[in-house]
T-cell receptor
Framework: AQKITQTQPGMFVQEKEAVTLDCTYDTSDQSYGLFWYKQPSSGEMIFLIYQGSYDEQNATEGRYSLNFQKARKSANLVISASQLGDSAMYFCAMREEKIQSTGNQFYFGTGTSLTVIP | DAGVIQSPRHEVTEMGQEVTLRCKPISGHDYLFWYRQTMMRGLELLIYFNNNVPIDDSGMPEDRFSAKMPNASFSTLKIQPSEPRDSAVYFC?????????????FGSGTRLTVV
């Protein structure tokens, strides 16, 4: 089973509008972290936002917020007031916390390509 | 902090040649990860190290790939012999701990083209 599922290969949004990028995850662990990364056309991976499994409040970082619904195992990224510079690939990722040193890697989704239209 | 440093940024090589990719993690980070990114397969974990010891190399595609971490500040990923299907962007990332609330810091990646 996929650990991280991103069902939107591509999304379009009008400049200044808000957009939601979907992410669902699969884990039986109690302690885990959820992350979103942005990859612009230049190729680097840029950390955007983090949500811990025990956090009761949704994470926010500037124009980014994470809509965390634990029971539904979803961690959607909301970008408010989209800008042209937001056009990029967005990856959802999960890290499970393990006592042992194995299993500590990130699991990445397949990504969503966001295009902001002027 | 200079971040995770990868070299070279771009590599073009002929099929059959040996390729070595290099990575310097952030000082103090105990975990180092190597990923490969392609359009077809997305981000694939190749191998990761904890305190310089390889922990999981199940993602290494075949014997042509090998990775080493001789010390805490340096790792290499070697492909010998290289093939056109190895063309991809290879990322190195490091993390300070196994804790789930710590993310990765990625290097800028090495874009490998095998012709």
């Amino acid at each position: 089973a996929q650990k991280i599922t991103q069902t939107q290969p591509g999304m379009f949004v009008q400049e200044k509008e808000a957009v939601t990028l979907d992410c669902t995850y699969d884990t039986s662990d109690q302690s885990y972290g959820l992350f979103w990364y942005k990859q612009p056309s230049s190729g680097e991976m840029i950390f955007l936002i983090y949500q811990g499994s025990y956090d009761e409040q949704n994470a926010t970082e500037g124009r980014y917020s994470l809509n965390f619904q634990k029971a539904r195992k979803s961690a959607n990224l909301v970008i408010s007031a989209s800008q042209l510079g937001d056009s990029a690939m967005y990856f959802c990722a999960m890290r499970e916390e393990k006592i042992q040193s194995t299993g500590n890697q990130f699991y990445f989704g397949t990504g969503t390509s966001l295009t902001v239209i002027p | 902090d200079a971040g995770v440093i990868q070299s070279p940024r771009h590599e073009v090589t002929e099929m059959g040649q040996e390729v070595t990719l290099r990575c310097k993690p952030i000082s103090g980070h105990d975990y180092l990860f190597w990923y490969r990114q392609t359009m077809m397969r997305g981000l694939e974990l190749l191998i990761y190290f904890n305190n310089n010891v390889p922990i999981d190399d199940s993602g290494m595609p075949e014997d042509r790939f090998s990775a080493k971490m001789p010390n805490a500040s340096f790792s290499t990923l070697k492909i010998q012999p290289s093939e056109p299907r190895d063309s991809a962007v290879y990322f190195c990332a490091s993390s300070p701990t196994r804790r789930a609330n710590y993310g990765y810091t990625f290097g800028s990646g090495t874009r490998l083209t095998v012709v």
